[in-house]
């Protein structure tokens, strides 16, 4: 510009003029610029902008290992392995349906399960969604070396759960699967992401948010084909490992009982009544959680979830049945307790017993004769107790001392699932059935039959009230928590008081003394054999609505009388019994007292019963 543009005699009209020219022009180029980035060349900065980019890559927490009583084996490890991601936003829509279908293939999954964990609605979203956990090194190495045929695809280390020989403990540890959409919108504001794993059934599922840790995350610049680009600006965030976990559980204790039931469809419990301690817990059949991590674990899982003798089911704390004979311990204690009549006095028992149109039958066909309580206990005599409870207890006394033992109440165990059972009343039944009690039903569940439901788990707590003179300890199966690097103690799981009697320890003590009658002098004599321990206990079989079907049932507890509660012990075994089977529960326990209190294996144990026949006829001989 010339001098006189800045000279004050200059026009200043002119000047202004030319200022806003200036500013036009600028602003002009500025308008031409954005146009030919936003409108004219879009796509071609688009495709540029995403050559490089920056990536989130989760580093995942191990689990924490899962350990039995003794500290020293884990019974729970992890395993590394991968897990493969799409991050939809960086795929285009239409080369969607031909990349789902080169990954099924390499993955060996199907395009439908591809799709269904990446849905139209999820197409936007930069986030990595997990399409398949525990892949193996070998399919990672091939994505990665044909990466430009996996637009969208990555990958990150994942360990998966290991389950070593655990056999019947599967019902006990449960087992791990990705979450799913419905768990994810009850769970996402506790930390958990789409490609969180997550606890499905038994400790896995109770200590989730204990095991689980918390994932780190490390940040990586990456170009369009994936490939890691050289960027120390932030700092990765190291994941923090899931806490262990030591159970109650006795692996010697629970492989003893399990081979003492071996492959007959029930349960055992072993509980320790001083703390409530499960020592070991079975039931059969069971399965191998390890199958849900197999290239076939659909196929493995649809097979089970239709096997008729339903494997997954816990029959310890989630089926109940009719406690047969084993309910007469409650109506003893009740007629004790209440001051009802005097022990001594008999009732006779000619192997029948009538109401009204209708005869109630004993167990002995040509009955027991003249009994007195104890008598009737050891026996186990139906018409005593048809007598007893009918006429001298009655339904409301009868479903009060059952609620006294913890019947038709959960027990609170640490396990997922339990049911309470079914402690009958006449409002109950009007309510469920509209229809009135009639004194049938009260004879029918005099001797834990009718309407009556218990759970394996709630029996092991009635003898455990008793051994223990009126008090319940809550059952549980987390002994500590334990740091996953140093094994120090975080917490110990102290036992908890869950119920306290006003039963008079007086009554409890001549009820465990009739008890002990039921295998000194009753149905228990021949078949309770040990010499390893004295035990007192009560036999009970429950008719299923078939002839040549029952619910066979035995518990007991030991050392009877012990001087120091801490040795006793609990065991309680059912047997969904056919034909032959109908004696194996007390045959079961009577192996499992003898391993427990003279430390020995299975097969030692049957030796020292003269047993041997076990070890190559798993079948009882007939009782």
Not at 172 to 193: A, C
Not at 199 to 209: L, N, T
Not at 454 to 474: D, E, H, L, R, S
Not at 544 to 554: K, L, P, Y
């Amino acid at each position: 510009m010339s001098q006189e543009f800045f000279e004050p005699g200059s026009n200043v009209k002119t000047r202004v003029y030319i200022l806003m020219a200036i500013v036009l022009v600028s602003l002009g180029g500025y308008l031409a610029y954005l146009f030919d980035m936003q409108i004219v060349n879009e796509l071609e900065y688009k495709r540029l902008a995403h050559q490089v980019s920056r990536r989130v890559f989760p580093i995942t927490a191990q689990r924490g290992e899962i350990y039995d009583r003794n500290f020293d084996t884990p019974l729970v490890t992890n395993i590394d392995s991968f897990a493969v991601e799409v991050v939809p936003g960086e795929i285009q829509k239409a080369q969607m349906d031909d990349l789902f279908g080169r990954l099924a293939k390499v993955l060996e999954i199907s395009k439908e399960d591809i799709s269904a964990k990446v849905p139209p609605e999820y197409y936007h979203l930069y986030q990595p969604i997990e399409i398949k956990s525990g892949v193996p090194f070998s399919t990672i190495i091939y994505i990665s070396e044909h990466i430009e045929d996996f637009t969208g695809v990555t990958w990150h280390n994942k360990p998966i759960r290991n389950y070593i020989n655990v056999g019947s403990l599967s019902h006990v540890l449960g087992y791990v699967g990705g979450i799913t959409r419905d768990e994810f919108q009850i769970l996402y504001n506790k930390g958990y992401s789409l490609n969180s794993t997550l606890g499905k059934a038994g400790i896995e599922k109770v200590y989730d948010m204990t095991l689980r840790g918390t994932d780190g995350m490390t940040y990586k610049t990456v170009d369009v084909s994936g490939r890691s680009m050289e960027d120390s600006s932030i700092e990765d965030v190291p994941p923090v490992n899931g806490e262990n976990l030591v159970l109650t559980i006795d692996r010697k204790i629970q492989r003893l009982c399990e081979e003492a039931l071996g492959e007959r469809i029930g349960a055992a419990v072993v509980l320790k009544p001083a703390t409530g301690e499960i020592l070991a817990m079975v039931s059969y059949p069971w399965y191998d959680p390890n199958i849900f991590f197999a290239p076939n674990s659909q196929d493995a899982y649809r097979t089970l979830s239709l096997d008729p003798r339903n494997p997954f089911l816990n029959r310890a704390i989630q089926s109940s049945y009719a406690p047969a004979s084993t309910f007469k311990v409650v109506l003893t204690t009740a007629v004790l307790e209440e001051n009802l009549f005097p022990p001594t006095e008999k009732i006779f028992c000619g192997g029948s017993f009538r109401l009204g149109d209708r005869i109630f039958r004993c167990h002995l066909r040509q009955g027991h004769g003249a009994l007195n309580l104890p008598q009737a206990l050891a026996e186990s005599c139906d018409v005593y107790f048809y007598t007893v409870g009918l006429k001298n207890i009655g339904i409301d006394l009868i479903s009060e001392y059952a609620r006294k033992f913890g019947f038709g109440e959960p027990t609170g165990i640490d396990l997922p699932g339990e049911i309470i059972g079914l402690v009958p009343t006449p409002k109950w039944k009007e309510q469920m059935y509209n229809t009135p009690w009639v004194g049938g039903d009260t004879v029918n569940t005099s001797i834990g039959q009718g309407y009556l439901l218990v759970t394996p788990i709630q029996m092991a707590n009635m003898f455990a009230m008793i051994a223990n003179k009126g008090v319940v300890y809550k059952p549980h199966i987390v002994k500590e928590i334990r740091d996953p690097i140093s094994g120090e103690l975080i917490e110990k799981i102290e036992p908890e008081e869950l119920r306290r009697s006003n039963i008079r320890k007086e009554t409890l003590d001549t009820v465990a003394a009739y008890m002990r009658g039921v295998i000194t002098d009753g149905t228990a004599k021949v078949a309770l054999t040990t010499k390893a321990v004295d035990v007192a206990g009560k036999t009970g079989t429950g008719e299923v609505g078939r002839e040549d079907s029952w619910t066979a049932w035995f518990g007991a507890y030991g050392p009877y009388n012990a001087d120091n509660p801490e040795d006793q012990v609990v065991v309680v075994t059912m047997v969904e019994a056919s034909d032959n089977w109908e004696w194996w529960a007390i045959r079961a326990a009577n192996i499992i007292f003898q391993g427990i209190f003279a430390n020995q294996t299975y097969d030692e144990a049957i030796d020292a019963l003269h047993w041997g026949w076990l070890r190559n006829n798993k079948e009882a001989p007939h009782e």
